[in-house]
């Protein structure tokens, strides 16, 4: 089973800065790595499939980077609805696909 | 647009079998995949299985032994059955869209407590 990384556990910023979240990857999953955002309550929400591609009705201002095993979620000029937790997700090797532990993205 | 929502029981007893179904609008079940994946109060996501458009089935190797996934295209709805529960298989569960991987749309989830 490949295992994914996420850090920081905790990432404290204000709105308008930029945040960047990192996943790694135990093994390559190439560009198969998807990230969800989750509100408390609330499903989680595709931002990013493939590595880097938006989901539908995405803002600009969410992108995704990286292959192999290391990957990045960037947020540029952060809102006020943009704090909430972070996953990244593996589809490169199944089953099971596996998703990171989570990174929360808190105001400061 | 496809939309969609779990039902079923909020409260199982140990060792009976959990049932959810998820029931899709706004779209034909037919042509896409599905999946179930849950949450532990508080921890993270886990991926349960996945049933295709051919109408096989795919399953989590930690759960195999317990999980059913099915299909009933005449109700536009699709289910789960996990057998033998525990209290660690105590939830929220969702039902989501895959495709090519990604879990594109997601139920607003249902809360499953394994108690007696």
């Given at each position: 089973?490949?295992?994914l990384?996420q ?14 979240l990192s996943c790694r990857a ?7 790595l ?37 990957f990045?979620l ?14 990244c ?11 990171g ?8 | ?116």
């Open positions: 089973e490949i295992v990384t850090s920081p556990a905790t990432l404290s910023l204000s709105p308008g800065e930029r945040a960047t135990s093994q390559s999953v190439s560009s198969h998807a990230w969800y955002q989750q509100k408390p309550g609330q499903a989680p929400r595709l931002l990013i499939y493939d590595a880097s591609n938006r989901a539908t009705g995405i803002p600009a201002r969410f992108s995704g980077s990286g292959s192999g095993t290391d990045t960037t947020i540029n000029s952060l809102e006020p609805e943009d704090f909430a937790v972070y996953y997700q593996q589809h490169s090797s199944w089953p099971p696909y596996s998703f532990q989570g990174t929360k993205l808190e105001i400061k | 647009q496809v939309q969609l929502q779990e039902s079923g029981p909020g409260l199982v007893k140990p060792s009976e079998t959990l049932s959810l179904t998820c029931t899709v609008s706004g779209g034909s079940i037919s042509s896409y995949s599905w999946s179930w994946i849950r949450q532990p109060p508080g921890k993270h996501l886990e991926w349960v299985g996945n049933v295709y458009n051919s109408g096989s089935t795919e399953y989590n190797p930690s759960l195999k032994s317990r999980v059913t996934i099915s299909v009933d295209t005449s109700k536009n709805q699709f289910s789960l059955k996990l057998s033998s529960v525990t209290a660690a298989d105590t939830a929220v569960y969702y039902c989501a869209n895959v495709t090519r991987g990604a879990f594109h749309i997601w139920g607003q989830g249902t809360m499953v407590t394994v108690s007696s």
